[in-house]
């Protein structure tokens, strides 16, 4: 859509400004975008995206582990996939890979300095990034680090988020553009663009926005966050549940509980802030499993105990059956069929099933 399709074309020719990095990047390389390049490129980071959540499902199927096996399904399930098949092209995609590539790095420094590298870029590429994906990135670090003692570990990922939280500031604060920059750089950007360019971009990027966070806050009734929060929970809940029983069994303590669930439900934070609050619980459902399966590699992949499995698979079957018959988000008191990809959701699931 234009608005995603906007930020590819967005650089620093008028100085520093909030998301311009990937514009910069691709002006650094020499590339001027159009619409059919940008549609290409988020077509390659949702395959990326794929690929990497992919292999995480593919490790649950085969550990053998039926309550693995069914939140891989309870995810697939779930709103998160139909909201990320229908927002190719936005940034979340890409962010989401950064993610992707500091969990999968095992070692505590790997997870450090890519988390310092990535999560920078994730910042720079949307200020967001520091509630929406990156907490998940410090719970990697956290539990990477927690045989070496818990002080050291809460200091190894406290030191990251300290980073990219100075960067975001700085970000918002100075990221910014005058009147007259945006002028201009809204010119130079549409000389080259194939599309119209849309104003919600500028206004973001101005100075008057103070932060995209602000420029797209409006009035939203309390009916339309309940209903959001009705349909993601059974997802989300199945999930938290299964991240609190491998810690039960990995003896990861109270304190790795209490982070994974704050990285989980951190993308939800920002709906007191911003109007996607569908987008926000999506990828909420998103975190929280990526948090599993952080959890459950960093506590040597147990597989639950038989008595385990008998409660909690049918919990997960019902979770199952409620997030797949979503197909609605009730957004200022109107029911809107926001995304096209509710039947290929359904056809995921019946090969899910077979496997």
Known sequence: ??????????????????????????????????YAMVTVLGAVFYGALLIGVGCICASFIRSGSLVLSAATIVYAASISVVYLAGSLGYLDHLLVVLVLGVIWT????GRVWSGLVLGSSAVLIHEGSLLLVLPVCYFAIFVAARPRGEAVAVLMAGAVATVHLVLTYLVVVFGGLPDEGVAKLRDSMQAIADF??????????SEKGASSLSALRTDIGLIAHVDSIVIVAPSLVALLLLFWTITRMGRMGGLTLALGILAALAPMTLRFVATDIQRWDAMSILMAFLVVFVAWGAAGKPLPEPAVERW????????IAISSGTKTFMVSHQEVDLYPFFEARQSLLYYLGQR
């Open 1 to 34: 859509m234009p608005y995603a399709a906007s930020h590819y074309f967005l650089t620093y020719e008028e100085g520093f400004v909030k998301r311009g990095l990937t514009g910069a990047f691709l002006d650094g390389l020499g590339v001027e975008p159009t």
């Open 106 to 109: 095992q070692t505590v420094w």
């Open 196 to 205: 119209d360019l849309t104003s919600l971009l500028f206004e973001v990027i």
């Open 312 to 319: 909690m698979v049918p919990l997960f079957v019902v979770a």
